[in-house]
Structure formats: C-alpha cells, structure tokens
C-alpha cells in the first residue's frame, strides 16, 4: 500500500486539530505536558482536564457566594482566601501551558488563551480596584472544554452551523439594527413634542430610551404618556415592535436552511468521518484527507 503522501502547498494538510500549537516541533517532557494539557485521548488528559473543569466550578460559587452580603459577613475571609488559591493554581496552569506548546503566541492569541488569562488577571486588579474579582465569572467560558473532554462533537457542530448563519445574516442585521436605531430616535423626538417635559420625557434621549423600551414590548412602566396623542403614537409603537422582532429570526433562519441544503449532500470523509463539507470541498476540514481522491478510489480501486 501507497504511504500517504506529505503534506504540500497544494494539499493543506489540517493543522488545526493535529498541530494547532506545534505540537511537532516538541520532545520530551514538553511534547508529554502537552498531550496531557491540550488534549484528553489519553486517561491522563482526561483527568486532568475534568480536575480543572471541577476547580473553574467550584472557583466561580465561591466568586458568588462572596457577593452575598450574609455569607461576605460570615466567611468573607476564608473566601477569599480560597479565591486567591485558585487564581494561583490558574496562573501556575496558564505559565505551564505556554511553556508546553511550540507556538507560544498562536495559544496566547486564541480564544481559550485569553480566556485562561482573562480567568486570572481579575484577581490581581482587585488589589488596586475592589470588586473587580467578582468578573472572574469570565471562568465560565474556560468549562466549554467539556465538549472536547466527553467527545460532544455533535453539540460543536450545530455550533458551527449556528456560528455560520449568524456570519451570513451579519450584514443583513447590522442595516436591521441601524433601521431600528433610526426608527426609535425619530419616534422618541416626536414623543418629547407630543408629551414634553411635564409628563415625564424631560429630554430627547429620554424620550428615545421610552420608544427602546415600548418597541421591544419590555415596558418598564417608568415613563408612560399621558395625552391621548401620545397614547395612540405609543399604540402605534407597540404594534411595529411586534412586527420588528420577526425580522431578525427571520434572517438567521433563512440562512439556516440555506446552509442545510448547501451541506444535505456534502461528501463524507473516509478517514475520520467528518460532514459539513461544501458540495465542491476537494479536502477535509478536520483532518486534510483529499476527498476527491478518496472517492474515486472508492468507485475505482486500484
């Protein structure tokens, strides 16, 4: 049997799962860090990544326990104690982890790595600005690994799918949301004329918060018309906004089914089974297999 052939300008082997951080350019006790930290084939990755899954979790109840003036009263001290155990852990994880891949800056730049460092640096700024450790909610987003650690492959890619349609629809909402934005501030100034200040719109910017919260049907109730030219110039408001929250929807969800046709007969990849190719897609996303190859071999093996 042929040895695959290497990889070349014209066939771009797929570094993003295999070699993401250069991975190939280590050794040693480098190259065992990194199969342990970046990825969870192995029991020892496993652990570790559901250790730390475990800790974010527990880091981010004590974060808001602490924001609970009883048990601030009661436990304050050993809290944030704790808080600053776990920060140190963080910080001790996100050095190993830049000391363990071969492209420092391409970790650095992705999203979990700054992530890992957004999960650390509140902790040092309440030092200088109390009440920032209380945004180390932001450790949140670091237990998104655990759709790589239980293998949810199908949840990331109807996530991708989503990701997609929400690229597609950008330009189309972004004229939506400028249309909206247009919309309510001339409302809102028609609003001040009709009720004026002695019926609460004291300002124009006031008046446009009240047409915001009437046309996305929230109604505060703090700000309210009173003369029946503003009540039938409010009624009007109320109707479009029940018009105006289809719109966007409406968009994702077209480019949502476009999507679905685009990929209902996309090729499968031989190799690691991946789908959500292009109908003309020559290589795999996920692992570089030439796909046009594979199936011709497939119809006409040699």
Not at 148 to 156: G, H, I, Q, S, T
Not at 250 to 264: H, K, N, Q, S, Y
Request: net charge positive; with cysteine.
């Amino acid at each position: 049997m042929a040895s695959p052939a290497p990889p070349s300008a014209d066939r771009p082997f797929s570094l993003a799962v295999s070699d993401r951080f250069g991975k190939s350019n280590l050794s040693g006790w480098r190259l065992r860090g990194y199969e342990i930290i970046f990825e969870s084939d192995t029991p020892l990755g496993k652990a570790f990544d559901m250790t730390l899954i475990v800790i974010i979790l527990l880091s981010v109840v004590a974060v808001m326990l602490e924001s609970i003036g009883s048990v601030h009263e009661q436990y304050g001290a050993w809290l944030r104690a704790a808080e600053w155990v776990f920060t140190v852990l963080f910080t001790i994880e996100y050095v190993v982890r830049l000391i363990c891949v071969g492209r420092r800056l391409r970790y650095a730049r992705s999203f979990f790595g700054i992530v890992d460092l957004l999960a650390v640096i509140p902790t040092y700024l309440s030092v200088l600005a109390p009440g920032a450790q209380y945004l180390l909610v932001i450790r949140l987003l670091r237990v998104l690994r655990v759709f790589r650690v239980l293998k949810l492959a199908a949840y990331m890619t109807e996530a991708t799918v989503l990701a997609h349609a929400l690229r597609a629809s950008r330009r189309k909402i972004e004229i939506f949301v400028f249309t909206v934005l247009t919309l309510v501030c001339i409302l809102g100034s028609l609003m001040y004329l009709v009720e004026g200040a002695e019926n609460g719109f004291t300002s124009i910017p006031r008046s446009v918060y009240w047409a915001i919260v009437t046309l996305t049907t929230v109604g505060y109730g703090d700000i309210s018309p009173q003369t029946n030219l503003g009540q039938t110039l409010a009624a009007l408001i109320m109707i479009i906004g029940y018009g105006i929250i289809a719109v966007p929807t409406g968009i994702v969800t077209a480019e949502l089914a476009r999507f679905g046709r685009d990929t209902a007969s996309s090729p499968i990849c031989p190799e690691c089974a991946a789908d959500e190719h292009r109908t003309d897609a020559r290589y795999c996303w996920r692992c570089g297999t030439d796909l046009q190859r594979a199936s011709a071999y497939k119809h006409h093996p040699s």
